[in-house]
């Protein structure tokens, strides 16, 4: 997921934050710096695909096609409807979910049990093909924004969407074996979408007790890591967060403490000032959500060295077992 789309405008100069921000800071500082070396090892081995100086996602302007980077071939790759997905190159159709669906079967008995967790797998493999459905304006509170957009690839052509599937199920299966009841916002059954607002509203009406929403971003070469998006104090319209900050802060914060330790990744060196977090206000997702919900931008898909681990099905399974683990914290409290 890039910073251009219906829920991604170009951000402003970043500014270190302080204040609210040290407990997260020192909550992640000592795991950092282990993640920052194994990180770092894993990095400079390389990976696939050129960079790029850009992010390429959609314009998000009203009308617009919403085309995925690179060419239409590019955006014609869509997944394949297994469960999880170890780096075999994309079908050329889209086949729908896996049968039977993995949110129908009953959650194992574990300290979870009686636990909702909403996981929306960011935009739709779909997508590509709506234009005109996904450019359709929502009203996300404090503006009117996209419905949804293509979201992002790497150089070669793996895109947002079938990764933030790939992850989904992966983190479905290990929620699942912690007794947690699992609900999706789409398993790749449904030709496009939903849009933002309904994404929220999914989580709102299974009264979740945790939503997570899975990313990857599309922002230049040399920008590295991954960051968790916090909802800010909204209050307008139709949105109010104030209920849900101090939770998501808490949800947040668990998951990027136990991303670096699981996947080895460093909080990103662009976004957060190194906290791994951020807080955005302009995120229909989040603005409408009023049960505790983050994004979490797993990586950048536009550099090569974080390509090469979004594209590894075994760094995948390290990226749902992070999310699970701080999910998993945070309901046990």
């Given at each position: 997921m890039s910073y251009v789309g219906p829920d991604f405008d170009p951000p402003g100069p970043r500014r270190s934050r302080r204040g609210p921000m040290t407990v997260a800071v020192a909550a992640l500082v000592p795991g950092a710096l282990v993640g920052w070396l194994v990180w770092q090892a894993v990095g400079d081995s390389g990976g696939g695909g050129s960079t790029s100086a850009t992010s390429t996602t959609s314009s998000g302007a009203p009308g617009a096609s919403?085309?995925?980077?690179?060419?239409?071939?590019?955006?014609?790759?869509?997944?394949?409807?297994?469960?999880?997905?170890?780096?075999?190159?994309?079908?050329?159709?889209?086949?729908?979910?896996?049968?039977?669906a993995a949110s129908d079967l009953p959650a194992a008995a574990g300290p979870?049990?009686?636990?909702?967790?909403?996981?929306?797998?960011?935009?739709?493999?779909?997508n590509f093909q709506h234009s005109a459905d996904i450019n359709r304006k929502v009203n996300i509170g404090t503006n009117w924004k996209e419905c949804d957009t293509t979201g992002t690839s790497t150089n070669a052509g793996y895109t947002e969407a079938r990764f933030t599937l790939d992850v989904a199920r992966r983190l479905r299966t290990l929620l699942q074996q912690e007794g947690a009841t699992v609900k999706f916002t789409q398993d790749g059954d449904r030709s496009w979408g939903p849009c933002v607002d309904e994404r929220a509203r999914i989580g709102n009406d299974a009264h979740a007790d945790a939503v997570v929403s899975i990313h990857a971003d599309g922002s230049a070469a040399g920008n590295r890591g991954?960051?968790?998006?916090?909802?800010?104090?909204?209050?307008s319209g139709g949105?109010?967060?104030?209920?849900?900050?101090?939770?998501?802060?808490?949800?947040?914060?668990?998951?990027?403490?136990?991303?670096?330790?699981d996947t080895g990744s460093a909080p990103s060196n662009y976004v957060g000032g190194g906290t791994g977090l951020d807080v955005r206000s302009d995120l229909g997702g989040l603005n409408l959500s009023t049960v505790p919900k983050v994004f979490i931008e797993c990586g950048n898909m536009r550099d090569s060295k974080d390509a090469a681990l979004l594209t590894s099905g075994a760094w995948r399974q390290k990226a749902a077992r992070g999310i699970s683990e701080g999910i998993v914290s945070f309901?046990?409290?």
């Open positions: 919403s085309a995925a980077p690179g060419s239409a071939s590019a955006a014609a790759r869509t997944p394949s409807a297994s469960g999880t997905d170890d780096g075999k190159p994309p079908s050329s159709t889209f086949s729908g979910p896996a049968t039977p979870l049990k009686g636990k909702v967790v909403v996981v929306d797998p960011g935009h739709n493999p779909g991954f960051h968790v998006i916090l909802p800010a104090s909204v209050h949105a109010d967060t104030r209920a849900i900050v101090g939770p998501s802060r808490d949800l947040g914060e668990r998951i990027a403490g136990n991303f670096v330790r309901l046990r409290g």
